[in-house]
C-alpha cells in the first residue's frame, strides 16, 4: 500500500491548558504516515501522556479520545515539509505505563495540512469555500489554452510567441456559488524586466471552486467534495478520484489554504480518452450548475438508490453476483422511492382497485375481525413485482427499446435476483459456468442502463444520451454488445426519438 505522505517531525497536544507536550518545546518526536486511501497513522518515540493530566488507558476501554483532544505537528527540519493537525483520534498502541521506552501511537480520522503553524484560534468549522484541483481530468475539461507559436529566427537569434487564455465558468445554484477556472503557473504575475534563464517551465492547472451560500460545517462542506466527485465520476463514467481538498479559511484580509486528508477507498485509475467518456465538460459547460444542483438534490431524496451504484463505481465487486443483486437492488430503491410521490404505474392502481373490490365483500358487522386481518395480509399485495419495476424503470430510457425485449430482460433479471436470493444462486441440476455467465451479462446491461437513467434523472439531454449509446465509440464498441447480449437492440438511427 503507497503512502502519499511518510514524514519524521515532532508531535505536541494542541492548544492543551496543561501537561508537559502542550507545545512545539515538549514535544515529542515521531513518524506521520498517510495512504492513498486515506488512512491516517501516527507513531511516536515517547509519550504524549504524563502524570499532569494523567490518562490511563484499561485494557478493556473504548480508546477514542475526546473530539477537544487534537495533535499538532511540524514535519520536516524547522517545518519546511509543513503542519499538520490530527483530530477523531483513537489510541492504537497497547503500552503499559511502566513500559520502558513508551512507544504511542494514534490514528485519526482527519488530518488538516498547511505551510504554516496552526493558529491557537484556528477553528475547523469556519471555512468558506472550497478549492479542488482538477489533475488528471484534462480528457474531460477539453480547456487547454496555452498556444506556442511558430519560432522566428534572424541570424543566431529565435523567439517564438507564447499566450494563454484564463476560462472561468461560474454557476450559482441554491446551495453555493460554483466556477470552473485555470490558472496558469511557472510565469511570474510581475515582470518589470527581461532575463536569461536556462529553463522554463509553464504548465496550466484546472481548479473547481465551491463557494456555500451560508457558512457551512466541515461535515456539510466534506460532504459537497464528496457530491461533486460523484457527479463527476457520473458524467464521465469511471470512478475518478479527485484531488485532496483545499478547505480555504480567511484571517483577516488573508486567505489560508489547509488540505484535508481523510479515508476515502481506493485511488481511481486514469481515465481513458475522451471518446470512450460519457459526456465531456464541452458538451455540457452551461448546464453544469444545474446538473450539480440536481445530483445533490437527488442523492438526498434517493439515498441508498444512487449510493449503491455510486459505490460500486467506487469499488468495483468482485463476484458477478454480487454486482447483479447490488444494481437490482439500487433499481428497486429508487423505483419505491417513485412510488412514494405518488408516480404510480397503471399496474399498481389496477391492484389496489382490486383489493378494495374484495374488501368490500366483507362489510357486514360479523366481518370486522375478518376484513382487519385480510386487510394486513393484502397490505402489499398490490406492489409491483420486481420485474414491473425493472421494466418500467427503464421504459423512461429515451432509446426506442423494444417493449417485448425490454419485458424479457426485465423477467430475466427477477428470475435471476430470485434464484440468488431463495435458492441460494443456480438451481439444481445448472451449470455453474452458464448460470455465471448470465449473471455477469445481466450485471454488465443492468450497470449501462442504470447509468443512463441517473444521467437522465439529472438533466443530461436525452440527444446527449442517444449519441453516446448508439454513436459514440463507447457505444458502438462496448455498450450495444453489451446489450445484444441479453437480446436489446437498441434503433441506431434518430428513428430512436
Known sequence: ????????????????????????????????????EGHINLQLEGSLWYESPKVGFDWGEWRWLPDEKR???????????????????????????????????YKASLCFKNDFAFSLDFDPESFHELRIELEGLEEWLQLNSINVGCEFR?????????????????????????????LILGISPIRLFDRLD??????????????????????????????????????????????????????????TWYKLYFFRGPKGEKLP???????????????????????QTNVAKYGAGYELY???????????????????????????????????????????????????????????????????KLKYAYEPTLEERIYEAFKRLPFGIDSGQL??????????????SHEGGRRPGEDLEI???????????????FHALLLLEIGIGSDILRKVITRSPLGQTRILPCLRDVQIDLPTSDSAR
Open 154 to 182: 534572424d541570424g543566431d537569434h529565435t523567439e517564438f510567441k507564447i499566450s494563454y487564455k484564463n476560462h472561468k465558468f461560474e454557476y450559482k445554484t441554491p446551495m453555493a456559488t460554483v466556477s470552473i477556472e485555470n
Open 198 to 255: 536556462a529553463e522554463v517551465n509553464i504548465r496550466q492547472t484546472n481548479w473547481l471552486v465551491y463557494t456555500p451560500a451560508k457558512q457551512s460545517t466541515l461535515i456539510e462542506l466534506r460532504a459537497a467534495f464528496l457530491r461533486i466527485e460523484e457527479l463527476i465520476a457520473l458524467l464521465v463514467g469511471q470512478y475518478f478520484r479527485l484531488d485532496w481538498p483545499n478547505f480555504v479559511g480567511r484571517n483577516g484580509e488573508i486567505e
Open 1 to 36: 500500500m503507497a503512502n502519499i505522505l511518510d514524514e519524521r517531525g515532532l508531535f505536541w497536544w494542541f492548544k492543551e491548558g496543561c501537561g508537559n507536550t502542550a507545545s512545539l518545546e515538549t514535544s515529542i518526536p515521531g513518524t506521520l504516515t498517510i495512504s492513498e
Open 310 to 376: 455510486i459505490a460500486s463505481m467506487q469499488k468495483p465487486l468482485l463476484h458477478p453476483e454480487h454486482e447483479f443483486v447490488n444494481l437490482v437492488w439500487a433499481i428497486e430503491s429508487v423505483h419505491r422511492t417513485w412510488q412514494r410521490e405518488g408516480d404510480e404505474s397503471a399496474h399498481v392502481v389496477n391492484g389496489m382497485t382490486k383489493i378494495e373490490h374484495v374488501l368490500k365483500r366483507f362489510s357486514e358487522p360479523d366481518d370486522k375481525q375478518l376484513r382487519q386481518w385480510l386487510r394486513g
Open 273 to 295: 480518452y475522451s471518446f470512450f467518456l460519457w459526456t465531456t465538460f464541452g458538451a455540457l459547460h452551461g448546464a453544469f450548475g444545474d446538473l450539480l444542483d440536481r445530483w
Open 435 to 449: 448460470f455465471r455467465t448470465d449473471i455477469r451479462e445481466l450485471a454488465e446491461a443492468l450497470r449501462y442502463l
Open 407 to 420: 419485458r424479457s430482460f426485465a423477467m430475466r433479471c427477477a428470475k435471476r435476483r430470485n434464484d440468488i
Open 71 to 105: 495533535i499538532a505537528g511540524r514535519l520536516g527540519d524547522d517545518g519546511d515539509r509543513g503542519y499538520v493537525l490530527l483530530s477523531s483520534l483513537l489510541r492504537t498502541d497497547l503500552s503499559l505505563e511502566d513500559d520502558k521506552p513508551i512507544r504511542q501511537s
